[in-house]
């Protein structure tokens, strides 16, 4: 449980009411909310990373009634699946029916009685609304929404983004709509346009091996030249891909992988993230879902992503939820990572925010902030850690977990990994791929420039541009014993000035 630091006098309402009186083990909600004496005539709000406090007048206190917390919440703080549905299972059934019937057009009643039936799949018993006007689940201006589903049983607009298998969540914060506004898309199109599609085809062939290089890189690992080869072909043809199932990821999975490492099906055992610094000290930094529930929660991200993309949803945030899923719920033995990373091409590709033909090395710029990218990644895996506490690891390794930890990963709130990912491609768009195609516009004379300085064979100088480009602006010592060992010092230093001014 996230320890949060309230002033004295302050009492929980809505969800973090919810939170303390059901003893609920959950990640942090975005937001808590409290009231108190302090606090007479006006709202406080405190930021604080990912999670702000709220505090409210005294008059917002809530008797001890828990339906009136969620009505709160849901009026307030927005959607918390996870802890609604763990209210579900704490609240006598025969109580949520009365809650219910004492109001059954209400809008709140409405939402709730709609959720308890969606996410528990149990019928209560009452009789559908007759006649009433439809409500949406979720409001459109603060949350990115499917196009709505009728449920005439509740008279509710069911515009979530998933199933009861698989429900991200994401907000529109105010990062995600000022980076909405850019309109990266529109800008990707104008730039290609500058250039004539001999050089972007250039651009490219170095661009899919910097994605590949990058993307192993992130791992701490580097291909050899036939993986290398294979990832490099995965992302040339990713945009020919259709509709991604079970079985297309099964396949893609054995095409960037050590063959002794292939699964023929998602994986039937437990697999978790972790380094052993020590003989017999295992260190734990991510444990991912029990293979029983890996199928349901596949098919859920594969439905979810579908309905995404069929929805005409922000390429960007269809893009976090199908890649960032993916990697969450981690369904083979080894390439989960690549394969995340494949997937946010694939996606962006589907949702046509990418011309076709082109990639962006988006792998280059989370391999540059890989620190980023971690706390990213650690903004669910962390949390994820104090929650999943009931395991065992063996002296083989293996480990077996004795608590249910499916809902976990059903509900995840998506939208600080959505801000990640815009940045990414906002940075790859203004540096990695603009910076390329100028500097292949400027080739030739890079070319010629350099043999200027010294008189060698193309073949050569081609070879030298790409090994101080790839080196970070350098020539690295084992390059140039190789293959450059007849150049002065002072003719290297020359030449790598020539290419740092066009690369900087």
């Known amino acids: 449980m996230w320890q949060l630091e309230i002033p004295e006098g302050a009492k929980p309402i809505g969800y973090r009411f919810l939170v303390e009186k059901y003893k609920i083990e959950t990640p942090a909600h975005y937001r808590w909310s409290y009231a108190g004496p302090k606090w007479e005539k006006r709202?406080?709000?405190?930021?604080?990373?990912?999670?702000?406090?709220?505090?409210?007048?005294?008059?917002?206190?809530?008797?001890?009634?828990?339906?009136?917390?969620?009505?709160?919440?849901?009026?307030?703080?927005?959607?918390?699946?996870?802890?609604?549905?763990?209210?579900?299972?704490?609240?006598?059934?025969?109580?949520?029916?009365?809650?219910?019937?004492?109001?059954?057009?209400?809008?709140?009643?409405?939402?709730?009685?709609?959720?308890?039936?969606?996410?528990?799949?149990?019928?209560?018993?009452?009789?559908?609304?007759?006649?009433?006007?439809?409500?949406?689940?979720?409001?459109?201006?603060?949350?990115?929404?499917?196009?709505?589903?009728?449920?005439?049983r509740h008279r509710i607009l069911n515009n979530l983004l998933g199933n009861s298998n698989f429900c991200p969540?994401?907000?529109?914060?105010?990062?995600?709509?000022?980076?909405?506004?850019?309109?990266?898309?529109d800008e990707i199109s104008q730039l290609t346009s500058q250039f004539n599609p001999n050089l972007l085809s250039r651009a490219m062939r170095y661009l899919y091996t910097?994605?590949?290089?990058?993307?192993?890189?992130?791992?701490?690992?580097?291909?050899d030249k036939t993986r290398l080869a294979r990832f490099v072909a995965l992302l040339e043809k990713g945009e020919k891909v259709g509709e991604l199932s079970k079985r297309?990821?099964?396949?893609?999975?054995?095409?960037?992988?050590?063959?002794?490492?292939?699964?023929?099906?998602?994986?039937?055992?437990?697999?978790?993230?972790?380094?052993?610094?020590?003989?017999?000290?295992?260190?734990?930094?991510?444990?991912?879902?029990?293979?029983?529930?890996?199928?349901?929660?596949?098919?859920?991200?594969?439905?979810?992503?579908?309905?995404?993309?069929?929805?005409?949803?922000?390429?960007?945030?269809?893009?976090?939820?199908?890649?960032?899923?993916?990697?969450?719920?981690?369904?083979?033995?080894?390439?989960?990572?690549?394969?995340?990373?494949?997937?946010?091409?694939?996606?962006?590709?589907?949702?046509?925010?990418?011309?076709?033909?082109?990639?962006?090395?988006?792998?280059?710029?989370?391999?540059?902030?890989l620190t980023q990218y971690d706390n990213t990644l650690e903004y669910f895996s962390k949390p994820l850690l104090e929650l999943i506490n009931n395991y065992k690891i063996n002296e083989k390794g293996e480990m077996t977990i004795n608590q249910e930890t499916r809902d976990f990963y059903r509900f995840i709130d998506f939208t600080p990994i959505a801000e990640f990912l815009f940045w990414c491609i906002k940075q790859t768009v203004h540096t990695d791929f603009e910076n390329e195609l100028h500097f292949l516009n400027q080739y030739d004379s890079i070319k010629q420039s350099l043999k200027n300085i010294v008189d060698m064979p193309d073949q050569l100088i081609d070879l030298f541009i790409k090994c101080v480009r790839q080196n970070g602006g350098s020539l690295s010592q084992r390059k140039r014993s190789a293959h450059f060992h007849m150049l002065t010092d002072k003719e290297i230093s020359n030449m790598e000035s020539v290419i740092q001014q066009v690369t900087q």
Request: proline share 6%.
């Open 248 to 369: 297309m990821l099964i396949e893609i999975q054995k095409e960037i992988v050590d063959p002794r490492f292939m699964l023929n099906d998602y994986r039937d055992f437990q697999n978790y993230i972790g380094e052993e610094p020590a003989l017999g000290e295992m260190i734990v930094h991510f444990i991912p879902p029990k293979p029983e529930d890996i199928a349901d929660l596949m098919d859920g991200l594969l439905t979810c992503s579908s309905n995404m993309l069929s929805n005409n949803i922000s390429a960007v945030i269809t893009t976090t939820v199908f890649a960032f899923g993916f990697v969450f719920l981690h369904p083979f033995w080894d390439g989960n990572g690549r394969l995340h990373r494949f997937l946010i091409h694939y996606t962006l590709h589907k949702c046509g925010f990418y011309p076709k033909g082109i990639v962006f090395p988006v792998s280059a710029v989370m391999l540059r902030e």
């Open 210 to 223: 910097k994605e590949t290089i990058a993307s192993w890189e992130i791992e701490r690992e580097k291909p």
């Open 43 to 152: 709202k406080i709000k405190i930021d604080n990373q990912h999670l702000s406090l709220h505090f409210y007048p005294r008059s917002f206190l809530l008797e001890d009634d828990s339906f009136r917390h969620l009505e709160f919440a849901l009026k307030h703080e927005g959607f918390n699946l996870f802890i609604i549905n763990e209210c579900f299972t704490n609240i006598a059934q025969d109580q949520i029916v009365n809650y219910i019937l004492n109001s059954p057009t209400g809008k709140y009643a409405r939402k709730v009685w709609f959720l308890f039936e969606w996410l528990t799949g149990n019928r209560l018993p009452i009789d559908d609304i007759g006649r009433a006007s439809y409500v949406l689940l979720l409001g459109p201006d603060t949350y990115y929404c499917a196009t709505p589903r009728k449920s005439p």
């Open 169 to 185: 969540l994401i907000r529109k914060s105010s990062k995600l709509r000022s980076f909405e506004d850019l309109h990266l898309h």
